[in-house]
């Protein structure tokens, strides 16, 4: 198309269309003026050439020195300058000049310049009809927008201009195979105007095919006529025929054609006709396509605006919506507020759902919405939220897991209307981001009191605090008790400790499993009225606990190494003996250690350290209170049977063993008949759970013995 656009060009043809009412010398005049303004050329002139060399018509801008001999059509290019020549008629030519060293001619120029020629021609030679329909047509190019008026604008001219009963545009498909009706006028079936030919198929595929003009003078006889269009013609009545072809910038974009409905001869007239017709087709196709393509840009700008607008409002109500949540989190606000903002944006019902079992805001049957829903397939909704629903009401919500980094923390649901609004996706995924940064928040300050706990706790175990004074001010900065009567519980899971680079559990994971494990030790330990002090060290979890009887504690173990399961983790448990007063907490630490090296699980994955037996004094340097304790776990419930009832257990228990276990000789040596000194030994493993007759039991029952005697007891 010409710079100035499809409106200018066609303004320009009817210009010379229109000059030829006022003589040749006015057709040139215009000619010259349009070639150099449609295509910024330096210079144009109409020059007809005689034998006795050229004769200037018609010039506009400085003249070009021409040579004697007529220019070869088309463009050729010296060091000064390009020119373009093209035919007007006969002898006489169109010259277009353009300086060297500027923008010179394009392809497009050259069929602007050969168009130009052709319509000055036809003016030029044209009177009456002829003329006054190719003047119509050019008005209709230039007046309407309407591509159905246009095609069927040309359709009658052409049909007035050649005296033709049938006339139609044909224009190429999509793909450039076929051409198919478009516009059609004189037609007596609807099949004609329906036509679709391939290329090279019938005359119209022909004219398509070549690029050149075809007429026919009896359509029946023809052998470029397809015979399967036979018929047709003879419901039509066609006789001779006639197509040109419809160049845009030299390729072939469709076929003019025209039918008479009796036998006759298209001349070269009519040819000539026809091809600034076609033409003029062209131009109309060309401003079709054009304002075609430019309701269709309009229309992608158009969508592409109305996108950009929803996306900048939704833009602007995340960063709103952004801003509020995290202001709240920024001053301080509890995970309570956040649920309450997000109640108040979106004017519905909210719940966060922990997974830890904790939850904020109202609404219950969301709670259910949100169990139902876990672990399946639901519809998305935004980056990270679902829809859930309907209830049995018929209610929805929508969904978002609260997450940062690799930790879950919960789930966030709010209540919504159906259709979902789109502003409330926006809001929960933003309250979301809000509750982690929270959550984190609250975590890491939680994390740090931890770590400062798990330091206290081990630098008691390690014996770094004596200081009974200086242990009783840091436990109350912890808001923690010391207990005088303590044992001390060392906890194993494997898999914990952050240090290990064994396994896929990634560091943020392994945090979370032992915040997780310290949890519900903690809550498990509540259960019991215990409440300990503990800290992580590696895979084990250190607790410092009240004393209890070893069989409550052993029991209380069991109960902590059955959370491993749950966990996916296999947990084991030494426990200290009891010790008394803060410096004796390094001990309870190195029996725990003790103990839990003792461990066989799954059989015995809790070990206190009196289980350990005589193999305990050999590990740890005893007090007097360990000896102590160690003869009252072996023969506590016989001697305080003796003491009871007045009977001498023990004694029976010391002359059996000093008789190297012989029944018959302990009988003599305690004058008592063999039959009682076999019940008493039996009274003795029912009391005492002592087996007479196992070496273990006993050397036990001996070395206490001995302590009893070395600690003065009777």
């Known amino acids: 198309m010409p710079a100035d656009g499809s409106a200018d060009w066609a303004t320009t043809c009817l210009q010379v269309l229109a000059a030829g009412a006022e003589g040749t010398d006015r057709v040139f005049a215009v000619l010259v003026g349009a070639a150099r303004r449609l295509t910024g050329a330096g210079g144009a002139s109409v020059v007809g050439w005689q034998p006795t060399g050229p004769v200037p018509l018609a010039a506009s801008g400085p003249p070009l020195p021409l040579p004697s001999r007529r220019l070869a059509e088309g463009t050729t290019t010296d060091p000064q300058r390009s020119v373009v020549s093209v035919t007007v008629h006969g002898e006489i ?12 001619p394009t392809t497009e120029d050259g069929e602007q310049l050969r168009l130009l020629a052709a ?3 036809t003016a030029s030679r044209r009177a009456g009809a002829a003329l006054s329909s190719l003047y119509a047509v050019a008005r209709r190019l230039l ?19 050649l005296r033709a009963e049938i006339a139609g545009v044909f224009l190429a498909t999509a793909d450039g195979e076929a051409v198919e009706a478009k516009a059609v006028v004189g ?20 004219v398509y095919a070549t690029g050149e003009v075809y007429r026919t003078d009896d359509w029946t006889t023809d052998p470029v006529v397809s015979r399967a269009l036979v018929p047709l013609a003879s419901m039509e009545g066609t006789q001779a025929a006639i197509g040109a072809p419809m160049r845009v910038g030299g390729t072939t974009v469709g076929v003019l054609a025209a039918w008479r409905r009796r036998r006759s001869h298209y001349t070269d007239e009519d040819v000539e006709q026809i091809g600034t017709l076609a033409d003029l087709a062209a131009l109309g196709v060309q401003r079709t396509l054009a304002e075609e393509r430019l309701r269709e840009l309009s229309g992608q700008l158009m969508t592409a605006n109305e996108a950009l607008s929803e996306r900048y409002e939704e833009a602007r109500q995340t960063l709103e919506i952004h801003q509020r949540l995290v202001r709240l989190v920024a001053d301080g606000a509890d995970l309570e507020s956040v649920v309450g903002a997000l109640a108040a944006i979106t004017d ?41 629903g309907p209830d049995r009401e018929g209610r929805h919500a929508i969904a978002v897991t609260v997450r940062s980094a690799a930790l879950r923390w919960g789930e966030l649901a709010v209540a919504t209307r159906m259709p979902v609004a789109t502003r409330d996706v926006i809001a929960i995924e933003q309250a979301a981001v809000a509750c982690a940064l929270l959550l984190s928040r609250q975590d890491a300050v939680a994390g740090a009191g931890r770590r400062l706990e798990s330091e206290f706790v081990w630098d008691l175990l390690d014996g770094r605090i004596v200081d009974g004074a200086d242990a009783l001010v840091r436990s109350r900065q912890l808001a923690r008790e010391l207990p005088a009567a303590a044992r001390v519980l060392l906890l194993s899971a494997r898999g914990t400790d952050p240090r290990a680079r064994r396994g896929t559990s990634s560091p943020e994971g392994i945090e979370h499993l032992r915040t997780e494990l310290a949890r519900r030790t903690s809550r498990l330990l509540a259960g019991h009225g215990v409440h300990a002090p503990m800290g992580w060290r590696g895979d084990t979890l250190a607790m410092i606990v009240p004393d209890r009887p070893p069989e409550v504690v052993r029991r209380m173990g069991h109960e902590l ?23 004796q907490y390094g001990v309870a630490g190195r029996q725990a250690t003790y103990a839990k090296a003792a461990t066989r699980p799954p059989e015995a994955p809790v070990v206190v350290f009196e289980d350990l037996g005589a193999v305990q004094f050999l590990l740890e340097p005893a007090l007097g209170e360990d000896l102590d304790r160690y003869a009252e776990q072996q023969l506590g ?7 009871d009832h007045g009977a001498d257990l023990v004694g029976t228990l010391r002359a059996y063993l000093d008789c190297d276990g012989s029944v018959q000789r302990a009988a003599r040596s305690l ?4 039959k009682t000194m076999s019940y008493r030994l039996g009274r003795i493993e029912t009391l005492a759970g002592i087996v007479t007759t196992r070496q273990e039991d006993r050397f036990n029952a001996q070395l206490a013995l001995k302590i009893l005697d070395m600690r003065g007891r009777p």
């Open 93 to 104: 030519d169109l010259i277009t000049w353009w300086r060297a060293g500027g923008a010179g």
């Open 119 to 121: 319509l000055a021609a």
């Open 143 to 161: 007046a309407s927008s309407d591509p159905e008026e246009i095609l069927l604008g040309l359709a009658t001219a052409t049909a007035d201009v």
């Open 187 to 206: 037609h007596r079936t609807i099949d004609t105007a329906r036509l679709r030919l391939a290329r090279g198929e019938s005359l119209i595929g022909h």
């Open 348 to 388: 519905q019902p909210v719940r966060f759902v922990g997974v830890e079992g904790t939850s904020a805001g109202r609404g219950g049957w969301l709670a259910d919405l949100l169990t139902a829903g876990d672990g399946a397939d639901l519809p998305r909704l935004g980056t990270e939220a679902v829809l859930l």
């Open 561 to 583: 190494c059955a959370l491993g399961p749950e966990l996916d983790r296999e947990l084991t448990l030494g426990v200290s003996a009891a010790v008394h007063g803060i410096a």
């Open 637 to 643: 419930v016989l001697l305080a049977y003796d003491r």
């Open 671 to 674: 004058c008592i008949h063999p």
